[in-house]
Antibody
Framework: EVQLVESGGDIVQPGGSLRLSCAAS????????IHWVRQAPGKGLVWVSR????????FYADSVKGRFTMSRDNGKNTLYLQMNSLRVEDTAVYYC??????????WGPGAMVTVSS | QSALTQPPSASGSPGQSVAISCTGT?????????VSWYQQHPGKAPKLIIY???QRPSGVPDRFSGSKSGNTASLTVSGLQAEDEADYYC???????????FGTGTKVTVL
């Protein structure tokens, strides 16, 4: 079965750090771009970041640029999102999603990140 | 990058049709034929239902259709069914600088 599964969600204080993981299975992970998309409670979807097939190119939304770092280990079929200097407004469900410029065709179930004192 | 504009809500009776608009700019929706639509039920991950403006992934019923004119894309759900009650989001590629932008979301209610 083709799937993505996020892990690492937690409650963290403002200014803290957290690393999310996204494990892929059922497809050739190294052939695909992967994205992070987040959804604050009761709000809409927001694109966060993207990494290309081999991890050499990354892009970030302005709201997380300089604080979040996306990386991947194709040998382990795993994607990572290192989140530093977390803010209350980063509170959201974080989804990893497989996709290119056309669309996101596979989504994980999501990981909840809560930033609160 | 501002979110694409969708109506907050739409509704219809079973068997009827509902159309949802998605308005962007000449830098996103108007610039690329890379508009996609996602269905999201409460507490669940989004599901792709339309890609490249009007293409349906395998397994998506042909009751779902997409179109685009200028800076506005549209999703039409025909023959509404109870299971179509969900939130719907559009998304557009916005170029290598801005990457991707989602719509504000529309809650569809089946009366």
């Amino acid at each position: 079965e083709v799937q993505l599964v996020e892990s690492g969600g937690d409650i963290v204080q403002p200014g803290g750090s957290l690393r999310l993981s996204c494990a892929a299975s059922g497809f050739t992970f190294s052939n695909y771009w992967i994205h992070w998309v987040r959804q604050a409670p009761g709000k809409g979807l927001v694109w966060v970041s993207r990494i290309d097939n081999d991890g050499s190119v990354t892009f970030y939304a302005d709201s997380v640029k300089g604080r979040f770092t996306m990386s991947r280990d194709n040998g382990k079929n795993t994607l990572y999102l290192q989140m530093n200097s977390l803010r209350v407004e980063d509170t959201a469900v974080y989804y990893c999603a497989r996709g290119d410029s056309e669309a996101y065709d596979i989504w994980g179930p999501g990981a909840m990140v809560t930033v609160s004192s | 990058q501002s979110a694409l504009t969708q109506p907050p809500s739409a509704s219809g009776s079973p068997g009827q049709s509902v159309a949802i608009s998605c308005t962007g700019t000449s830098s996103d929706v108007g610039a690329y034929n890379y508009v996609s639509w996602y269905q999201q039920h409460p507490g669940k991950a989004p599901k792709l239902i339309i890609y490249k403006v009007n293409q349906r992934p395998s397994g998506v019923p042909d009751r779902f259709s997409g179109s685009k004119s200028g800076n506005t894309a549209s999703l039409t759900v025909s023959g509404l069914q109870a299971e179509d009650e969900a939130d719907y989001y559009c998304c557009s590629y916005a170029g290598s600088a801005n990457n991707y932008v989602f719509g504000t979301g529309t809650k569809v209610t089946v009366l």
